[in-house]
Structure formats: structure tokens, C-alpha cells
Nanobody
Framework: QVQLVESGGGLVQAGGSLRLSCAASGRFFNNYAMGWFRQAPGKEREFVGT????????AYADSVKGRFTISRDIAENTVYLQMNSLKPEDTGVYYC??????????????????WGQGTQVTVSS
């Protein structure tokens, strides 16, 4: 069983930065690929990025590539989403998610087994 808790959301002006954290508890965190998703009001939850269990491989949505970076601290059981050059269209509730995987990265939310409660990110223009 993996429990996930996000933090770090808030209100920021366009062009600013935020760093989200996802703290994981559970014995098998190291065997999990982790993903970040977001959901704007009235829209589907969409893929933002993902990182493999070792932190050595990542993948991003085209809309955030070059602006967002995912990393993980295995010792601290924490995954981060560094968001730079934020735009108003980045506004939404951001969720971290976990799926047991020793290599494959997943972009579909349907592949993930565990979810956090979400943290709100609002980017003003």
C-alpha cells in the first residue's frame, strides 16, 4: 500500500515558478514509477510527466516540456515537480500518482493505482 500527499501549490503570476512535492509512505515506493497529472475545471485529468523508479528516466507532455522537471529523492520517499515559466493555462489541481513498475513509464491515468488528494495551482495573467 502506498499513500501519497502533495504539497507546494499556490497562486503565482505568469512567468513565475513553483515546486510541488509528493511525499510517499509505504514499503514499496522504490518499485514505483511516479506520475504527475493535472485537472482544470470542466476538463479531463491530463498527463503532465512521469519518472521511473530509479529517477533515471522521465517523460513529459509536450505542453510542459522544457518548463517542468520531475525528480525524486529515494531516501526521502519524495517526488518533485519543478514548474518554471508558468502560464495561466497551467492552472489546475495537480495530482501525483504511483504505479508499480520496474522500467515502463506510463502516460495514461488509467494505469496508475495510487493517487494523492491534489494541490491547487493557480497562475494569474
Amino acid at each position: 500500500q502506498v499513500q501519497l500527499v502533495e504539497s507546494g501549490g499556490g497562486l503565482v503570476q505568469a512567468g513565475g515558478s513553483l515546486r510541488l512535492s509528493c511525499a510517499a509512505s509505504g514499503r514499496f515506493f522504490n518499485n514505483y514509477a511516479m506520475g504527475w497529472f493535472r485537472q482544470a475545471p470542466g476538463k479531463e485529468r491530463e498527463f503532465v510527466g512521469t519518472i521511473g523508479w530509479s529517477g533515471g528516466n522521465t517523460a513529459y507532455a509536450d505542453s510542459v516540456k522544457g518548463r517542468f522537471t520531475i525528480s525524486r529523492d529515494i531516501a526521502e520517499n519524495t517526488v518533485y515537480l519543478q514548474m518554471n515559466s508558468l502560464k495561466p493555462e497551467d492552472t489546475g489541481v495537480y495530482y501525483c500518482a504511483g504505479v508499480r513498475s520496474l522500467g515502463t513509464l506510463y502516460r495514461s491515468k488509467d494505469e496508475y493505482d495510487y493517487w494523492g488528494q491534489g494541490t491547487q495551482v493557480t497562475v494569474s495573467s
